[in-house]
């Protein structure tokens, strides 16, 4: 099973007796799973199968379905938008006033786009409702396995992605631990240097100065933060191969990634070692960003 994105697109059409209609349903990221259902007055009892429909397919990304109706001749009637004939009202009745015409007569209201709509909502019959129902309910189905199939193929694009991005982490990780293997030298000359500034400076007691030079040695020990690279770089390699929902697990992997290369920049002797670093996080940020496409 390949990585699942969380963004996508799908659309899908439906129709029962005179009723059509078409579903687009699209995803973009988000920190966990959220559905914002869209429909036209009337269709408000399908939300909550539409959402078991959605919680099924999807843990993470905001999902948006719209329900667009698609009237057809024979459809169930006709009925008045009083909203929008008290709007063609108003607009008359100033049109009317500003020029000295003649009002408009009431067919000409009645024939403006949007004053008489189609009546498709207005279902009685309980028994019929719910047929109407089913099969919106089933074309959206339908719209959701798409969306599945599209964030599926989005998903292998960015894995593909992602394991470019780990080996650039793994390969900058190695030319790291090159690198650091030649920093005793200097170290041993910084070293020595700070020494002669101690000792051309009043007596320093022997305590202070093991003190100085174990903390030196210290901060210029990079071994722990390289190990723990090479695992981070092992554990995204595994966590890409699993299959499963690892969104999250990547995000927080991008983190200690991040903190490590950090650390190691702080501790750098010498410039090759900081430009190795600054490339590291610099690799790191777009696995990052990746990172948080993923579902």
Known sequence: MSLLSMTGFAEAHGAHETLRWRWEVK????RGFDLRLRTPPGFDSIEPAARLLASGRFRRGNVQATLTLE??????GLKVDAEALASAVQLAKRIANETGLPPARVDGLL???GVIVQDETAIADPTERAERDAALLKSLAAAFDELVRARRTEGAKLAMHLKEMVGEIDSLTTQASETAATQPGTLRERLSNQLRELMENPPVSPERLAQEVALLASRADIREELARLHAHVEEARALLKSGEAVGRKLDFLSQEFN????TLCSKS???G???IGLALKHAIDQFREQAQNVE
């Open 259 to 262: 903190r490590e290369a950090n």
């Open 273 to 275: 070692l900081t430009r």
């Open 269 to 271: 002797a010498d410039t």
């Open 27 to 30: 995803s973009v990221n988000g």
């Open 71 to 76: 009237p057809q001749e024979g459809s169930r």
């Open 111 to 113: 024939a403006l786009k």
